[in-house]
Structure formats: structure tokens, C-alpha cells
Nanobody
């Protein structure tokens, strides 16, 4: 099992930036994929971005492309989500999740989740 701890959420004005971090422990991660999902009140949890630990492959939700960047620091077992040009519709609880081998946008294919961190973007 992988333990995931998110941090970096907060309140920001529209157009601002935040960087989320996800610290992973409990396994070696060379074969893992790390992803960010988000869930707004009254909505389904949705995929935001993913990165493979061992290679440069990434995937992004269309609405965040060009604004969000996912990256990883293998030495620290940490994944980051840099969020720029934030919009009120980005307001949600952001979750980090991990699975083996392949990127997936399906939340049900992830067994390991963090506790979530709140991101609120005011207009």
C-alpha cells in the first residue's frame, strides 16, 4: 500500500497560483503513476493530471492544459501540481492518487488516495 499526503491548498484570487504537493511513502515508486483528481461540491470526482514516476509521460484534463503542470521529484518521492491562472471553477478538494504502470483517468482504477486538500478560488 502507498501512503499519500497532500499539502499546499488554500484560498487564492482568480488569476493567481498555487502549488500542491503529494508526498508518497510505503513503496518504491519506479513503476507507479501519480495522479491528481478533484471534486467540487455536488459533482463527481474528476481526473486533472497524471505523471509516470519513471518516465516523462503526462496527461491533463483539457480545461487545465496550459495552466496546470504536473511534475515529480523522485529523490523526494513527491509529486507536484503547479496551478496558474486559476479560475473560480477550479475550486474543489484536490486528491492525489497512485496506481501501478499505466496512466488512467478512471478514479476506480486507483487504490491509494490521499486525504485531499481544499483549493478555493475567489472571483
Amino acid at each position: 500500500q502507498v501512503q499519500l499526503v497532500e499539502s499546499g491548498g488554500g484560498l487564492v484570487q482568480a488569476g493567481g497560483s498555487l502549488r500542491l504537493s503529494c508526498a508518497a511513502s510505503g513503496r518504491t515508486f519506479s513503476t507507479y503513476v501519480a495522479s491528481w483528481f478533484r471534486q467540487a461540491p455536488g459533482k463527481e470526482r474528476e481526473f486533472v493530471a497524471a505523471v509516470t514516476w519513471s518516465g516523462p509521460s503526462t496527461d491533463y484534463l483539457d480545461s487545465v492544459k496550459g495552466r496546470f503542470t504536473i511534475s515529480r521529484d523522485n529523490a523526494k518521492n513527491t509529486v507536484y501540481l503547479q496551478m496558474n491562472s486559476l479560475k473560480p471553477e477550479d475550486t474543489a478538494v484536490y486528491y492525489c492518487a497512485a496506481r501501478k504502470y499505466f496512466i488512467s483517468r478512471n478514479q476506480y482504477e486507483y487504490a491509494d488516495w490521499g486525504q485531499g486538500t481544499q483549493v478555493t478560488v475567489s472571483s
